[in-house]
């Protein structure tokens, strides 16, 4: 059942450039797709929401010129962290939810390194 | 206010245990609840669902649900190292709706020591 793939599994990248991170559904059509950021021995923390042809909704706090979010097929989502800084490192990760369906499934994340 | 609480533990059983998991939860009228176990650095791994009040079995793992009094636990019978983990408890809380956002707990940090 359900599987997410989410690439790349980590980066590393200098200080002011644009990272993508890749998430996709193999095996059914994401309707939605949820990103989440996690500091280490912290709990998840939602950047956004998105549903397939729609804008994301972000999360308050969250800046969407940052952080853009592109849903344009049902099993692709893209998170792009534009002008990356240190304080950007984190663990990125997807999650993506079948059309009618209450589970989502995730990711396996992507560890970002920001030098 | 949308919260979920748990028991950040760390709670530890000896390997054999049963390891009981619990979970609060803020609004009644929340239709969908989840359990996700996340293995140190790796991302969350869905293991239960359940949506009406009582007990859902899968294999080793136990989900209680008690909609009145806004609580669900997660039971481990004869536990493993294996399951040593963090497990995160999931609420969507849309009344009228199961496919809202799902808001986490801070989750419970288990050990089964051998």
């Known amino acids: 059942g359900a599987v997410v793939s989410q690439h790349p599994s980590w980066v590393i990248c200098k200080s002011g450039t644009s990272v993508k991170i890749e998430c996709r559904s193999l095996?059914?059509?994401?309707?939605?797709m949820f990103w989440y950021r996690q500091f280490p021995k912290q709990s998840l923390m939602l950047m956004a929401t998105?549903?397939?042809?729609?804008?994301?909704?972000?999360e308050q706090g969250v800046e969407k010129d940052k952080f853009l979010i592109n849903h344009a097929s049902l099993t692709l989502s893209t998170l792009t962290v534009t002008s990356a800084h240190p304080e950007d490192s984190s663990f990125y990760i997807c999650?993506?939810?079948?059309?009618?369906?209450?589970?989502?499934?995730f990711g396996q994340g992507t560890r970002l390194t920001v030098v | 206010q949308k919260e979920v609480e748990q028991n950040s533990g760390p709670l530890s059983v000896p390997e054999g245990a049963i390891a009981s998991l619990n979970c609060t939860y803020s609004?009644?009228?929340?239709?969908?609840f989840f359990w996700y176990r996340q293995y140190s650095g790796k991302s969350p791994e869905l293991i239960m669902s359940?949506?009406?009040?009582g007990d859902q079995e899968d294999g080793r793992f136990t989900a209680q649900l008690n909609k009145a009094s806004q609580y669900v636990s997660l039971l481990i019978r004869d536990s493993q190292p294996s399951d040593s983990a963090t497990y995160l408890c999931?609420?969507?809380?849309?009344?009228?709706?199961?496919?809202?956002?799902?808001?986490f707990g801070r989750g419970t940090q288990l050990t089964v020591w051998p």
């Open positions: 999931a609420v969507i809380f849309d009344r009228g709706s199961t496919l809202g956002r799902l808001y």
């Open positions: 999650s993506a939810r079948d059309t009618g369906v209450s589970e989502a499934f």
């Open positions: 609004d009644r009228g929340s239709q969908s």
């Open positions: 095996d059914f059509q994401a309707t939605t």
């Open positions: 359940i949506y009406s009040n």
């Open positions: 998105s549903n397939e042809g729609s804008k994301a909704t972000y």
